[in-house]
């Protein structure tokens, strides 16, 4: 089993940077696809980038794209998002999961969870 710990959240205005990782414990992740989804209050939860292990493999939402970076460092059993120009409707709790194969963008292959971390961007 997969201990993942997402940090980096926080409150910051409408064109702001944030960079949100994820550190895993337990089984290394090197051999899952790996990918940050986020809830917001109201909504279902979506999913916004996703990476494949070997890094070749890569998704954005159509709403994040040419803004947030999704990376990982295999050594270091890390998921990076790097996310530019954030607007109040990127606003939610976002989640590292992990997916026991290692590509995928079916979201119920993805297992295990984090316990979140908040985003809050004001207008």
């Known amino acids: 089993q997969v201990h993942l710990v997402e940090s980096g959240g926080g409150l910051v205005q409408a064109g702001d940077s944030l960079r949100l990782s994820c550190a895993a414990s337990g089984r290394t992740f090197s051999m899952q696809a790996m990918a940050w989804f986020r809830h917001a209050a109201g909504k279902e939860r979506e999913l916004v980038a996703a990476i494949g292990w070997t890094g070749g493999n890569i998704y954005y939402d159509e709403s994040v794209k040419g803004r947030f970076t999704i990376s990982r460092d295999n050594a270091g059993d890390s998921l990076f998002l790097q996310m530019e120009r954030l607007k109040p409707e990127d606003t939610a709790v976002y989640y590292c999961?992990?997916?026991?194969?290692?590509?995928?963008?079916?979201?119920?292959?993805?297992?295990?969870w984090g316990q979140g971390t908040q985003v809050t961007v004001s207008s």
């Open positions: 999961a992990g997916a026991l194969n290692p590509w995928t963008l079916n979201t119920s292959e993805y297992e295990n």
